[in-house]
């Protein structure tokens, strides 16, 4: 038989052992943390955010996939399509409904639906788009949160950047947006795609200022007319080469040619029909230089 202090030490033992474990254990039960996206690489850092090359062919295939020409670098798909393997930018619809998803937003977000006197205010150029409600900081966190799970969604498919569209929705919002609400969102949805290693897209709206453009943090530019409209000028002096320029059939080809002459050596230019329809299908045009 064991001396009596000889158990006792044993008990003693057994019971600092038990408590240290229930102390750093744990609970099999216990939820795990929810992850939405991997955001981060094995170092604990963001991954690199990297922008398109410049100068480098590119084709803008929003309405509809189809392969690349020879020789395409980089390329813009919707957020449903499936990215190439070039520099693949994935295009959001993310101030105004997509088409075809209004009743989505109906039915899971109405509040986030803007309206006028109780009825939805619509895109005037493209009336089965309704504009999204930036009007509040609320508002703000929640589509950035709707929005957010695209993003990653994007950077997942293994697109490398990012083109939200839309930004100067509040120009056709009848005064209800404001310009600030809206790079707000901008600025939320940056921090979301640089955390996912998605380089963002300032689309459009050429009356941002620099400093403007410095805090919501957008890495390149895609303009759309910009020789129409005279504001190439503006996308140079905010992203100096890191510019998609895209220019349409309805403006004529002349005006496209003098773009290749005055800046195909430095940023990529993109000619294509309005549509944007894809290769082999009637009205298709695309040229690049």
């Given at each position: 038989?064991?001396?009596?202090?000889?158990r006792?030490t044993?008990i003693?033992?057994?019971a600092?052992?038990?408590?240290?474990?229930a102390l750093?254990?744990?609970?099999s039960?216990a939820a795990?943390?929810?992850v939405?996206?991997?955001?981060?690489g094995?170092?604990?850092?963001?991954?690199?955010?990297?922008r398109?090359?410049?100068d480098a062919?590119?084709?803008?295939q929003l309405?509809?996939?189809?392969p690349?020409?020879?020789?395409v670098r980089v390329?813009?798909r919707d957020?449903?399509a499936r990215?190439?393997g070039?520099y693949d930018?994935?295009?959001?619809?993310?101030f105004?409904?997509?088409?075809g998803?209004?009743r989505?937003?109906?039915?899971?977000?109405?509040?986030?639906l803007l309206?006028?006197?109780?009825?939805?205010v619509?895109?005037p150029?493209?009336?089965?788009?309704v504009?999204?409600?930036?009007?509040t900081?609320?508002k703000r966190?929640s589509?950035?949160?709707?929005?957010?799970?695209?993003v990653?969604?994007?950077?997942?498919?293994?697109f490398?950047?990012?083109?939200?569209?839309?930004l100067?929705?509040w120009?056709?919002s009848?005064?209800r947006?404001?310009?600030?609400d809206?790079l707000?969102?901008a600025?939320?949805l940056?921090?979301?795609?640089h955390?996912?290693?998605?380089a963002v897209?300032q689309?459009?709206?050429?009356?941002?200022t620099?400093?403007?453009?410095?805090r919501?943090?957008f890495?390149?530019?895609?303009a759309?007319?910009c020789?129409?409209?005279?504001?190439?000028?503006?996308?140079?002096r905010?992203y100096g080469?890191?510019?998609?320029?895209i220019?349409y059939?309805?403006?004529?080809?002349?005006?496209?040619?003098?773009a290749?002459?005055?800046?195909g050596?430095?940023?990529s230019?993109?000619?294509?029909?309005?549509?944007l329809?894809p290769?082999g299908q009637?009205?298709?045009?695309?040229?690049?230089?």
């Amino acid at each position: 038989m064991q001396p009596r202090w000889v158990r006792w030490t044993v008990i003693v033992l057994a019971a600092l052992l038990a408590l240290s474990l229930a102390l750093y254990a744990v609970p099999s039960d216990a939820a795990p943390p929810e992850v939405t996206a991997p955001r981060a690489g094995a170092s604990g850092t963001a991954p690199r955010v990297v922008r398109p090359p410049v100068d480098a062919p590119a084709d803008y295939q929003l309405g509809g996939a189809y392969p690349p020409a020879a020789g395409v670098r980089v390329v813009v798909r919707d957020r449903r399509a499936r990215p190439t393997g070039r520099y693949d930018v994935c295009y959001v619809n993310a101030f105004q409904t997509q088409p075809g998803e209004l009743r989505w937003w109906r039915s899971q977000h109405p509040a986030l639906l803007l309206r006028r006197a109780g009825k939805l205010v619509r895109d005037p150029g493209w009336p089965d788009e309704v504009l999204l409600d930036t009007s509040t900081a609320a508002k703000r966190r929640s589509l950035a949160a709707v929005l957010g799970r695209w993003v990653s969604g994007c950077a997942h498919a293994g697109f490398d950047g990012l083109e939200p569209d839309n930004l100067d929705s509040w120009q056709r919002s009848r005064h209800r947006l404001t310009r600030t609400d809206n790079l707000d969102l901008a600025r939320r949805l940056v921090a979301r795609a640089h955390e996912d290693g998605l380089a963002v897209a300032q689309k459009n709206t050429a009356e941002l200022t620099s400093v403007e453009v410095a805090r919501v943090g957008f890495d390149f530019a895609v303009a759309e007319d910009c020789a129409v409209y005279a504001e190439c000028g503006s996308y140079a002096r905010l992203y100096g080469d890191h510019v998609l320029e895209i220019e349409y059939v309805d403006s004529g080809r002349p005006r496209f040619d003098r773009a290749c002459a005055a800046r195909g050596d430095r940023w990529s230019i993109v000619y294509r029909d309005r549509d944007l329809v894809p290769a082999g299908q009637r009205g298709h045009v695309r040229a690049a230089c």
